[in-house]
């Protein structure tokens, strides 16, 4: 395994790794200066050099973010290496997977997008809840907690010096939910979005306060509120990164015969549990280039098994 680009997610990627008896690190690659990334102990290369270490890799694990970096980087490096990313903006998805989709069947290789926990395991459960339950409505709630993506979209923004976004759940309709009566609720009565943000010095606040609100994906659809912040009161207060969530299917398998499904995660570290994901999914890729089973995938295309490092005797014994 290689990891390219190591902020909070790569440095996971590293820790989960180092967890993982069968899979091994070759090294850290990135677009600063190697001397100036200090890793947990992995030796850091030149992005420029990844070419160079081409025959040691059998997967790249791609540590970007998904504003700028995935959309550009997943489908040029697709086109050398099998690789797994966790771009996580929804609504382009389809078009991701098509562009990784062509530069990866062109190559032979095979490319998983869009792994980690939503997308990810939380897009297996809304799949399950509709699949086992036809009859019904499915609900995601995220948070209490931070969400990396939409922390990387702020710092996008000319003139944000630091950034962090919490997602929080109303706890009125996930009760609403819960009760089985499957209300119709918009995304702004879901969540709402609190951003702390530490600017450049002369940036234009209200100009970044509107690029904020109305950003399209990221905040425009829900009630946000931008809080502007000192650097000491950032480095004092934000520096957790917890997160979590539900996805909950209520329905009926005949009519008044009301049945629940829920999956919840409680995450004392997003990044690191996003990481743990992703080296989960890298080690099926693994597998299936092996096997010659080319092209991008997600989720559902990946048998739960194939992450495993136990064989399936071992599975059908231990676990089924």
């Not at 790569?10 to 890793?39: H, I, M, N, Q, W």
């Not at 382009?92 to 395991?121: C, M, N, Y």
């Not at 509120?225 to 207060?237: G, S």
């Not at 398998?253 to 080296?279: A, I, K």
Request: with cysteine; aromatic share 8%; proline share 6%.
């Amino acid at each position: 395994m290689a990891i390219v680009g190591y902020g909070n997610l790569g440095k996971g990627v590293e820790t989960a790794l180092g967890l993982a008896p069968d899979l091994e690190l070759v090294g850290v690659f990135s677009r600063r200066d190697p001397l100036s990334v200090a890793t947990l102990g992995a030796p850091v290369f030149a992005l420029s050099e990844l070419d160079e270490s081409r025959d040691d890799i059998d997967v790249l694990i791609l540590c970007g973010g998904s504003k700028s970096d995935l959309p550009v980087q997943t489908p040029e490096l697709a086109s050398r290496f099998t690789l797994v990313d966790s771009f996580d903006t929804h609504a382009k998805i389809p078009e991701h997977f098509a562009a990784v989709d062509q530069a990866a069947r062109a190559a032979g290789t095979t490319a998983v997008i869009s792994s980690g926990w939503d997308p990810g395991l939380f897009s297996l459960q809304r799949m399950f809840g509709e699949a086992i339950l036809p009859e019904g409505r499915t609900y995601t709630f995220w948070g209490q907690g931070l969400s990396q993506g939409h922390s990387d979209a702020l710092r996008r923004i000319d003139g944000v010096r630091l950034a962090v976004q919490y997602t929080i759940p109303s706890e009125e309709a996930i009760e609403q939910v819960r009760s089985g009566s499957r209300p119709e609720l918009t995304a702004r009565q879901q969540h709402v979005r609190d951003c702390y943000v530490v600017l450049e010095e002369g940036a234009d606040e209200a100009a970044i306060r509107e690029a904020i609100v109305t950003m399209p994906d990221y905040f425009e659809p829900y009630d946000t509120t931008v809080h502007v912040i000192t650097e000491e009161v950032f480095e004092r207060d934000h520096q957790g990164m917890p997160h979590g969530g539900f996805v909950i299917r209520s329905g009926e398998s005949s009519p008044g015969m009301q049945q629940t499904m829920e999956f919840q995660l409680t995450l004392g570290s997003n990044p690191e549990f996003t990481s743990s994901v992703l080296v989960a999914y890298a080690r099926a890729a693994a597998k299936l280039a092996r096997s010659g089973d080319h092209g991008a995938k997600t989720v559902y295309d990946i048998a739960p098994g194939l992450l495993s490092p136990k064989s399936p005797a071992q599975l059908r014994a231990e676990l089924l």
